[in-house]
């Protein structure tokens, strides 16, 4: 219950912050010098927030796609042989760092958002990969042997059974995504893209905590969001299918 108080009450302060930044110029005031600016207006934060937020949907969205199809069809007779080069696709973005993927992508695909959904694209893959193959192949096999008497075919057999199954794992996969994702997204603004990474870097090149702290602050509240929000998507999906 106290967690959800907090949680509601880190929310309330998120959404009148961003809609108003200016009525917490007392906030940041402390930690600023030389007369600096306590709040960054260089660029709506609300804007920032609903472009960082956007970038990361589409590459959780497009990382979860590709890596629920791979784990599908390893996971299938005819798939089985190239688990291994699905494993070392999917391991690509945890391989390199977000930053060297950045710096590849610069010169062919240009400055902006492009480069920096390629980079939460690839590193995004592997979370959602392995938490399917663990959810498909770890199925209670009482049910798995009732599926098999019922006489479901194989495509039956996903969608009714191993998908519902898998899907509070699959969740759990994605929340790890989505929460890496979006502080990895901070990382986009050194090459353009909109992000919250814009009001931290303006920060560190003026030497301006304040505008440090706001950053760090939207995305971690955020973050903290996206967290609770996937763990009772996922308790749910528990409970639908007997879990818990």
């Known amino acids: 219950m106290t967690g959800r ?84 696709i999917t391991s690509v973005g945890q391989t390199f760092p977000p930053v060297a993927v950045l710096a590849l992508a610069v010169p062919v695909m240009g400055f902006g958002a492009g480069p920096t959904l390629v980079a939460l694209f690839l590193y995004g893959l592997l979370p959602v990969f392995e938490n399917t193959l663990a959810g498909l192949t770890n ?27 898998a899907l509070p794992v699959i969740l759990t996969g994605m929340r790890l995504t989505a929460v890496i994702s ?7 603004s050194t090459v353009a893209a909109r992000t919250l990474g814009e009001v931290i870097i303006a920060g560190l090149l003026s ?18 969001m996206i967290y609770e929000g996937f763990q009772r998507l996922e308790r749910i999906a528990a409970r639908r299918v007997g879990l818990t």
Do not use: C
């Not at 912050?17 to 917490?24: H, M």
């Not at 600023?32 to 306590?38: C, I, L, S, V």
């Open 5 to 88: 108080i907090l949680l509601a009450a880190a929310t309330l302060f998120l959404l009148a912050f961003l809609i108003s930044p200016t009525s917490f110029a007392w906030l940041f005031e402390p930690v600023t010098r030389n007369n600096a600016p306590a709040i960054y207006t260089q660029t709506p934060l609300w804007s920032l927030t609903l472009s960082h937020l956007g970038l990361v949907a589409l590459a959780v969205a497009a990382s979860t796609v590709i890596a629920l199809v791979l784990a599908i069809l390893v996971t299938r007779p005819a798939g089985r042989e190239f688990l291994p080069l699905a494993r070392i």
């Open 139 to 165: 199925q209670p096999p009482k049910i798995t042997e009732g599926a098999r008497g019922m006489g479901l075919t194989q495509a039956q057999r996903l969608w009714q059974v191993d998908l519902p199954l």
């Open 182 to 188: 979006l502080g990895t997204a901070t990382i986009g």
């Open 207 to 224: 030497s301006n905590t304040a505008f440090v702290l706001q950053g760090g602050m939207v995305v971690g509240i955020i973050a903290v």
